[in-house]
């Protein structure tokens, strides 16, 4: 069983094109397979299918909340501190230079 879920999460990996082990989403396929496991999923293929159609409902909804929240502050007091902030940040990549 357990080789079976390795197999999985590699094939997942490779599919979706994750390399990095540091990448919290390698994390989030690791956390699929194992749940849609416990469910009982035992076909290879079928979890596969599972865990990447899983993968794709969170990424969708992540995204959506980000939007959401992007346009939350840009409607807010504070995207417009935010803006503000960014706009009187100082230059960094000026040179003083004395005439």
């Known amino acids: 069983m357990i080789t079976m879920m390795r197999d999985v999460f590699e094939d997942a990996?490779?599919?979706?094109?994750?390399?990095?082990?540091?990448?919290?989403?390698?994390?989030m396929i690791a956390r699929e397979v194992i749940?849609?496991?416990?469910?009982?999923?035992?076909?290879?293929?079928?979890?596969k299918q599972l865990t990447?159609?899983?993968f794709d409902r969170k990424t969708q909804l992540v995204a959506v909340c980000f939007i959401a929240?992007?346009?939350?502050?840009?409607?807010?007091?504070l995207g417009?501190?935010?803006s503000s902030v960014?706009?009187?940040r100082p230059n960094q990549n000026k040179s003083?230079?004395?005439t």
């Open 80 to 82: 417009a501190i935010g």
């Open 96 to 98: 003083s230079t004395a």
């Open 86 to 88: 960014i706009a009187n």
């Open 13 to 27: 990996l490779r599919t979706l094109g994750l390399v990095d082990r540091q990448d919290p989403l390698t994390a």
């Open 69 to 77: 929240r992007c346009i939350f502050f840009a409607d807010t007091d």
């Open 52 to 54: 990447l159609e899983a």
């Open 35 to 47: 749940e849609l496991a416990q469910d009982g999923e035992r076909d290879p293929d079928r979890l």
